[in-house]
């Protein structure tokens, strides 16, 4: 039982992370394109649009759940997710600043810094079992 709900879970990161890496890899690219000039009709080709998607995809399906498993055990999923993306997007724009050959790295940078910052700023009651619902419960 427990195996089969820790495969459920990292099924379901796989998949968010999937998603949310696949948007977040159109984003920069389209940032990356939008600065450079012109780039918006290179974007709407719907190639370049699904190559990059699926680039994110597969680093998102990768990065997330290690991350999520590794390092974010105890942080809300919403925060995971969220975090890690702007972390991500963070990166990416800071490594594209000047001549725009480190947006990969700093995406990665980003995203590795989002989930360590995340890691340490988890409260401990969060680490706790029905630490959500200690408020509402009577103290033992």
Same mark, same amino acid.
Do not use: C, Q
């Given at each position: 039982?427990? &195996?089969?709900? &820790?495969?459920?879970?990292?099924?379901?990161?796989?998949?968010?992370? #999937?998603?949310?890496?696949?948007?977040? *890899?159109?984003?920069?690219?389209?940032? %990356?394109?939008?600065?450079?000039?012109?780039?918006?009709?290179?974007? %709407?080709?719907?190639?370049?649009?699904?190559? &990059?998607?699926?680039?994110? #995809?597969?680093?998102?399906? /990768? %990065? *997330?759940? %290690?991350?999520? !498993?590794l390092?974010?055990?105890?942080?809300?999923? !919403?925060? #995971? &997710?969220g975090?890690?993306?702007?972390?991500?997007?963070?990166?990416?724009?800071? *490594?594209?600043?000047?001549?725009?050959?480190?947006?990969?790295? *700093?995406?990665?940078?980003?995203?590795?810094?989002?989930? /360590?910052?995340?890691?340490?700023?988890?409260?401990?009651?969060?680490?706790?079992?029905? #630490?959500?619902?200690?408020?509402?419960?009577?103290r033992?």
């Open positions: 039982m427990r &195996i089969a709900r &820790i495969a459920a879970v990292t099924a379901g990161l796989v998949v968010v992370g #999937a998603l949310v890496g696949g948007v977040v *890899g159109v984003l920069v690219t389209g940032m %990356l394109l939008g600065s450079a000039g012109g780039g918006l009709a290179l974007l %709407l080709n719907l190639e370049t649009v699904l190559f &990059i998607g699926a680039y994110g #995809a597969a680093m998102g399906a /990768v %990065l *997330g759940p %290690l991350a999520a !498993w390092l974010m055990r105890h942080v809300p999923l !919403w925060k #995971a &997710i975090g890690t993306a702007l972390g991500t997007l963070a990166g990416s724009v800071l *490594g594209l600043v000047g001549d725009g050959a480190m947006g990969f790295p *700093g995406a990665l940078l980003g995203f590795g810094a989002a989930a /360590v910052y995340l890691r340490f700023r988890s409260p401990r009651e969060n680490r706790r079992i029905g #630490a959500p619902f200690a408020r509402f419960l009577p033992v």
